[in-house]
RNA sequence: GGUUCCGUAGCUCAACUGGAUAGAGCAACUGCCUUCUAAGCAGUAGGUUGAAGGUUCGAGUCCUUCCGGAAUCACCA
């Protein structure tokens, strides 16, 4: 980037120098040479034709020749149509080596003044985590730390809903069926416990209901007038008043519940600030709505229930409050919202990370709050993601049609062990590093996987076909820094010394290695992309990039050639760069490094 | 039906916000391990970017209309 603003300003002076032409730099566009052509940047010349008054081929040798001969930058040049492509200086691009690799050191001390809050995973408490969780999770996580890494302080938050009708249904189901048993008289994780018991009701209730419309009625009457439902529904009214039976046998669940989650997000290696609980903030919104009633932002019906009318705003009405008082989704949001921004008074903005499915629930959430006069309002973000999509449609967990997240981990680890295995690299090894390898291996083919898609896409997965482990994945990339590390290694043993290294000496580049310079310069732009576009797979991408354009460079030229000269040295400075830049990169999409594998 | 999103190689994804001959990986085929890790590198093949119009020097990208898919529009969460 720094190099691309530097050759526009160039290009600007020689605009007016050569044709009297005042371009404002706005207006100037350096691209990256494609790789099939000569380059490394590249200025199209078609919009600034009519400006220039002369035809294309003279305008291109005029700007050409005036570059190569006032340029601290370009070196040469050659033009195809409209197009100029330019090469770089090779002291220019080693100056700039040299500088990153002084400042390296100094970045971390950066001070973290800003603070933003981030929403993710937030599940229901009556199932275990699944595939979709997990790309909520690693999306969610992943922008977190692209955050940090910017200077930001972030607090990751979820909410967790732990009431409602969801979990009264696995509640019903263990005390009719259950047996007192419990997830370690069953050697079972809590989570699964439960949701086992929450598959086992919809079973019960579908064979009830079954019955009943067989007597002539139907689906809808039958489910109303089911005994389950009414049980449960008997469930939640005791709930929300208060039986202290019913609220411990909720708590003992939710426990169990809790205990697996945990499990969960510790093999994912994710942990979150604080964690917000819909039994304890549902009722935090209605104190809220009550101000807007004041405030005429919302209104009453007759029968007593709350509304907004957002149909200037082309959205619809919206209800707030039900008839008999109970709130509903969007006013416990509001309540939350403002609860977290009360915790955190500082932040400047809160991102959500749900999936796509609530579009217009946040639409909605965030032009209520912006009514009620909250500032932070408009700050709000929704990251919106799509689905995860199973060769036969979408998953459905009252089906039971889901991946689970830790078998999915589990089957991941195995494959990482099967492939490391057969390629025989288990050689200085031990046991605990094994473990650590096979783990951090299947946590980045997992989460590159996921991650490396536009959040907005929805993704297809195939449950017969593998994760991939090689061409554009996680274990690529970690190879790639491995391979690094080794070089590293060597080049230590042989007592070379590339921090004190004389560039002066260093004649001549490859075109792999300007690639790498280049690349490594735009590190940080890609990551304040990221941050920009809340998408977590335009670091990936860079990564990949990195790692393909390295590993071009490690197969075609020999670092350790005999010589131990200051190009042995530049080589390998070069190489510590780009695997510290791996390695903050695949730290940021929340994935461990490992030295050896 | 209204609104929103998506459609790119057989498959999974890119394409710097309007630029060159649309790029990678997987799968297929051909080479490369007695010097730094072959989970790699180099190469071959694979495309009417869902369709048709329009805007201009130039369209996968912008506008219109179709076709196909998804989500949402609940006193559900």
């Not at 010349?45 to 003279?58: G, W």
């Not at 202290?244 to 600030?273: A, H, P, Q, R």
């Not at 709130?327 to 955190?344: H, L, N, P, W």
């Amino acid at each position: 980037m720094e190099i691309q603003e530097k050759i526009k300003k160039e290009i600007i002076q020689v605009f007016e120098d050569e044709f009297n032409y005042k371009c404002s730099i706005d207006n100037i566009n350096i691209d990256q040479t494609p790789k099939n052509f000569d380059g490394l940047y590249t200025l199209i010349l078609f919009p600034h034709l009519k400006y220039l008054k002369e035809n294309l081929s003279e305008v291109g040798k005029k700007i050409g020749d005036a570059l190569n001969n006032k340029s601290a930058i370009i070196s040469r040049y050659n033009q195809v149509k409209g197009f100029l492509n330019f090469d770089i200086k090779t002291e220019y691009l080693l100056d700039v080596f040299k500088s990153i690799l002084n400042q390296k050191k100094l970045e971390k001390v950066s001070k973290k003044t800003k603070e933003i809050i981030v929403e993710f995973s937030s599940p229901n408490t009556n199932k275990p985590l699944h595939l979709g969780h997990l790309r909520n999770i690693f999306l969610g996580d992943s922008i977190s730390k692209i955050y940090e890494a910017l200077g930001y302080k972030v607090h990751k938050v979820q909410i967790i809903n732990d009431r409602g009708i969801h979990i009264c249904k696995s509640m019903l189901a263990w005390r009719k069926f259950g047996e007192g048993k419990t997830p370690n008289s069953q050697k079972l994780k809590g989570d699964k416990f439960v949701g086992d018991f929450y598959v086992k009701f919809e079973k019960e209730l579908k064979k009830e209901t079954k019955k009943l419309c067989v007597k002539g009625l139907s689906e809808e009457d039958a489910l109303k007038q089911s005994k389950l439902m009414l049980e449960v529904k008997s469930y939640l009214k005791k709930w929300e008043s208060g039986d202290e039976e019913i609220l411990k046998l909720w708590k003992k669940m939710n426990n169990w519940v809790y205990d697996g989650f945990e499990k969960t997000y510790k093999s994912l290696n994710v942990e979150f600030d604080k964690n917000y609980y819909e039994s304890s903030t549902y009722l935090l919104g209605k104190k809220n709505v009550d101000q807007g009633l004041s405030k005429k932002i919302f209104y009453k019906e007759k029968d007593n229930s709350v509304w907004i009318d957002l149909t200037k705003e082309n959205y619809d009405k919206k209800l707030l409050i039900r008839s008999d008082g109970t709130s509903v989704y969007m006013t416990q949001d509001i309540g939350t919202a403002i609860k977290r921004f009360e915790d955190y008074p500082k932040s400047e903005k809160q991102i959500y990370t749900v999936g796509n499915e609530q579009d217009y629930h946040f639409k909605v959430l965030f032009k209520i709050l912006d009514k009620l006069g909250y500032s932070w309002a408009k700050e709000c973000y929704h990251l919106s993601y799509g689905m995860i999509d199973l060769p036969d449609g979408k998953m459905k967990s009252r089906e039971g049609t889901v991946v689970d997240a830790d078998e999915l981990i589990t089957l991941m680890k195995e494959t990482a062990k099967n492939r490391t295995v057969e390629l025989g690299k288990l050689d200085d090894f031990d046991s605990k590093d094994q473990e650590r390898l096979y783990n951090i291996i299947a946590l980045s083919a997992l989460k590159y996987h996921l991650l490396k898609v536009d959040p907005r896409k929805r993704i297809l997965f195939n449950p017969e076909e593998s994760i991939d482990f090689q061409g554009n994945t996680g274990p690529f990339i970690q190879y790639t820094y491995a391979r690094i590390q080794s070089i590293l290694k060597r080049g230590k043993m042989l007592n070379i010394d590339f921090k004190s290294l004389n560039f002066d000496n260093v004649k001549k580049l490859s075109v792999n290695e300007k690639r790498i310079i280049d690349l490594i310069l735009k590190h940080r732009n890609n990551l304040i992309k990221s941050a920009e576009t809340y998408s977590p797979s335009i670091l990936c991408n860079y990564v990949y990039n990195l790692s393909k354009t390295y590993n071009s460079f490690y197969q075609e030229e020999k670092i350790f050639d005999g010589k131990n000269n200051e190009t042995t040295s530049f080589k390998i400075a070069l190489s510590d760069i780009t695997s510290s830049i791996i390695r903050e990169s695949l730290n940021t999409l929340g994935m461990d490094v490992v030295n050896k594998m």
